[in-house]
């Protein structure tokens, strides 16, 4: 071969791995294969590369030649590896946007509506009641002393509700760890929402017409009508001639207005150390009776507590039991449900 002939050979050389790179570039499917391709022919491994560590061997007008020669190639490679990669980008933003696209014409998806818990619906509800029947809506502590929740309200120091197996204290006044067997020890969680008795009568002259809704908490084993924690509304009325047929008239109201007009309702005999006399007031549900409320005339003690006169003012009071009361309202036969946080149980409703 003579020296011209190599040097067309060298010259042409960069010519003929430009166009193979050049048809590689073309046929690229992807911005992947595209990356291939630019690392196979443009990369340090690459043709062009290896052409250009031989310029050293070669005499100085040759040097040129094929130096401008693989200039030229890596030029033409560097701008049609640009433009595919533009269309190919193009492409794939294309795909990306139809698969996202928006139809505005077709309706939205509606998220599930959250509403209020069974038992906070009910107590809303009989809230509604009560003050459509004249009472006002207050609410107390639910970390109590033993004075509002026992003394107060006529309940002896020796009553079984003051023990441990029944009332959850928390400490003793006097700062000491140790609970009293025998007696109140201080602070304690309220077991009735009663305490706001006093709490009323002490902040408000009469007539009081007051209902107090809240939590309360009691040593009790969970079954289908116990929870150690649960809900109940207070009933106070607290004016002149008040009787006992006005508390069994306001009771009946408000059970039927929750119930409805057909609810079958008893009221019987019972004792409490805070009402004289005492009564509870029942349902029929399922077929058997189930208590609602404990009520009564409010003890010539109590309204002495609340700093009011017994013998001018008379009152009479209630505790009712928002739990219970939504079990009859939903027809359901076991209090734990409300507590299981079961999203089909309380969707189902």
């Known amino acids: 071969m003579s020296h011209a002939e190599g040097g067309t050979t060298h010259a042409t050389e960069p010519d003929r791995l430009r166009d193979e790179a050049l048809q590689a570039i073309a046929s690229a499917r992807d911005l992947d294969e595209l990356d291939e391709?630019?690392?196979?022919?443009?990369?340090?491994?690459?043709?062009?590369?290896?052409?250009?560590?031989?310029?050293?061997?070669?005499?100085?007008?040759?040097?040129?030649?094929?130096?401008?020669?693989?200039?030229?190639?890596?030029?033409?490679?560097?701008?049609?590896?640009?433009?595919?990669?533009?269309?190919?980008?193009?492409?794939?933003?294309?795909?990306?946007?139809?698969?996202?696209?928006?139809?505005?014409?077709?309706?939205?998806?509606?998220?599930?509506?959250?509403?209020?818990?069974?038992?906070?619906?009910?107590?809303?509800?009989?809230?509604?009641?009560?003050?459509?029947?004249?009472?006002?809506?207050?609410?107390?502590?639910?970390?109590?002393?033993?004075?509002?929740?026992?003394?107060?309200?006529?309940?002896?120091?020796?009553?079984?509700?003051?023990?441990?197996?029944?009332?959850?204290?928390?400490?003793?006044?006097?700062?000491?760890?140790?609970?009293?067997?025998?007696?109140?020890?201080?602070?304690?969680?309220?077991?009735?929402?009663?305490p706001m008795r006093i709490r009323a009568m002490q902040s408000s002259q009469p007539p009081l017409y007051v209902a107090v809704p809240g939590r309360v908490y009691r040593s009790d084993t969970p079954d289908a009508t116990h929870l150690p924690m649960f809900h109940q509304i207070e009933g106070l009325a607290v004016d002149t001639d008040l009787s006992f047929a006005d508390l069994k008239g306001s009771l009946e109201v408000a059970a039927k207005a929750l119930l409805g007009e057909d609810v079958a309702l008893r009221f019987r005999p019972h004792f409490f150390p805070f009402t004289e006399p005492s009564c509870e007031l029942d349902a029929f549900y399922a077929g058997r009776w189930m208590e609602l409320l404990g009520a009564g005339m409010v003890h010539p003690n109590v309204l002495a507590a609340g700093g009011y006169d017994p013998d001018r003012y008379q009152?009479?009071?209630?505790?009712?039991?928002?739990?219970?009361?939504?079990?009859?309202?939903?027809?359901?036969?076991?209090?734990?449900?409300?507590?299981?946080?079961?999203?089909?149980?309380?969707?189902s409703l």
């Open 37 to 194: 391709v630019r690392t196979r022919h443009l990369g340090k491994r690459s043709g062009l590369a290896a052409l250009q560590r031989t310029l050293g061997q070669l005499d100085p007008d040759e040097r040129r030649k094929r130096g401008q020669a693989i200039n030229a190639a890596r030029t033409a490679l560097a701008e049609a590896e640009a433009a595919r990669r533009a269309q190919l980008e193009a492409q794939r933003d294309q795909v990306q946007l139809a698969a996202e696209a928006i139809d505005v014409t077709l309706p939205p998806r509606t998220p599930a509506r959250g509403r209020l818990h069974p038992v906070h619906e009910t107590m809303e509800a009989m809230l509604d009641v009560l003050t459509g029947l004249g009472y006002r809506v207050a609410e107390g502590p639910e970390v109590e002393t033993d004075w509002h929740n026992f003394d107060a309200l006529n309940t002896p120091p020796d009553h079984p509700a003051r023990s441990l197996q029944d009332t959850i204290y928390v400490h003793r006044l006097d700062g000491s760890t140790q609970l009293a067997e025998d007696g109140p020890t201080g602070v304690l969680l309220r077991t009735q929402t009663s």
């Open 315 to 347: 009152g009479f009071a209630w505790g009712m039991g928002v739990d219970r009361m939504a079990m009859l309202r939903h027809d359901i036969a076991d209090l734990r449900l409300f507590i299981e946080n079961d999203l089909r149980f309380l969707q």
